[in-house]
């Protein structure tokens, strides 16, 4: 008797394991491969120039940020969060980078150090206002963003940072930013969504993000540590955030303003929200993440190579948004009645 009653965990458990974790390959990274192929194509037809090095490079260099970000952003809407700070963080970081870049030239392995502290330092504010404060994470983040945005604009003294070096050319557009073709910023983005994939697969730690977002209350019941997790997928968030600013001071020019990762929130959040990633929590997946920044700047630079109004690109990105949200929706009710 005591056999059947140790066997029956054994074999829950791998169920339980499937039901956390999503397939290796899913249907919404599958569509989302064949619309990139399928919009790439047109846009070789109508525009020949798409196609070519000079085009590329540059949209993979404008992918590189949001999908950087974007995977701290899927660990933190698995978790059934959201973080709208995102692009405050980027200006902190971005004008304290740069202002010690000017005052004291500080090498780049140095200004990408103090760029990744800076912002993991603002994530974590938001990861211990959520995690104990237990406010709603839109409330605390859309907070925290305009104390970020205030602490930013004083550290630019309400004027422009000019004469930035090109310390941080290997993450610009350059030659210097890119190896074979390969911008190097896109290529960072690429082994950390790599890695990120790994982790919340493979790595206990990851799996339980699944199961915070899926249902707290059982995650807690279940011996799982949660505030420290959410806490830490903020910091994560945050440390992503600070790096991207690195790579927003590189693509630009010798000069930072007041702008600097505005909208950025929202390019993250359509790109996850795109990629699959479920905005109720529990599911997501960092490779459709990284699809999903890869159709939004195919989208807006295909609209600005046609030569259509830019406010088309919104329309589009804004339509692929309510498709995956309603998608998401159908197939959460469909699960819940199954």
């Known amino acids: 008797m005591s056999t059947a009653t140790t066997a029956a965990p054994e074999q829950s458990a791998p169920l339980s394991l499937r039901r956390i974790l999503p397939p290796i390959v899913t249907g919404q990274e599958i569509v989302l491969l064949g619309v990139l192929v399928v919009l790439w194509v047109l846009l070789g037809i109508f525009t020949p120039a798409f196609l070519t090095p000079g085009s590329i490079g540059p949209l993979l260099v404008q992918v590189a940020p949001i999908a950087l970000i974007g995977v701290g952003m899927t660990f933190v809407i698995i978790t059934a969060g959201i973080d709208v700070s995102v692009a405050a963080i980027i200006m902190v970081s971005a004008v304290t980078t740069a202002q010690l870049l000017v005052a004291f030239d500080i090498p780049a392995i140095a200004a990408v150090l103090v760029a990744i502290l800076v912002g993991a330092a603002l994530g974590a504010v938001n990861g211990f206002l959520i995690a104990y404060g237990r406010v709603h994470p839109i409330i605390i983040t859309f907070g925290t963003a305009n104390l970020f945005l205030w602490l930013g604009l004083r550290v630019f003294d309400s004027s422009t940072v000019n004469n930035i070096p090109s310390t941080l050319e290997?993450?610009?557009?350059?030659?210097?930013?890119?190896?074979?073709?390969?911008?190097?910023?896109?290529?960072?983005?690429?082994?950390?969504?790599?890695?990120?994939?790994?982790?919340?697969?493979?790595?206990?730690?990851?799996?339980?993000?699944?199961?915070?977002?899926?249902?707290?209350?059982?995650?807690?019941?279940?011996?799982?540590?949660?505030?420290?997790?959410?806490?830490?997928?903020?910091?994560?968030?945050?440390a992503l955030a600070g790096l991207a600013a690195c790579m927003v001071i590189a693509t630009g020019t010798s000069t930072l303003d007041q702008s600097v990762g505005s909208g950025k929130e929202l390019q993250v959040i359509a790109a996850v929200v795109i990629g699959g990633t479920s905005i109720l929590g529990g599911r997501g997946s960092v490779v459709g993440t990284l699809l999903g920044a890869l159709l939004v700047q195919t989208v807006v630079s295909g609209v600005t190579q046609l030569g259509w109004p830019t406010q088309l690109g919104f329309l589009f990105v804004g339509i692929f948004i309510l498709i995956a949200v309603g998608t998401d929706l159908i197939r959460e009710r469909t699960r819940r009645r199954a």
Do not use: M
Request: proline share 3%; net charge positive.
């Open 170 to 238: 290997f993450f610009g557009r350059g030659g210097a930013g890119s190896t074979l073709g390969v911008p190097h910023s896109f290529a960072i983005a690429v082994v950390a969504v790599a890695a990120a994939w790994w982790f919340l697969r493979y790595a206990k730690a990851g799996r339980n993000l699944y199961a915070i977002g899926g249902n707290q209350n059982a995650a807690r019941l279940a011996g799982i540590k949660v505030q420290p997790r959410l806490v830490w997928v903020y910091v994560v968030t945050g």
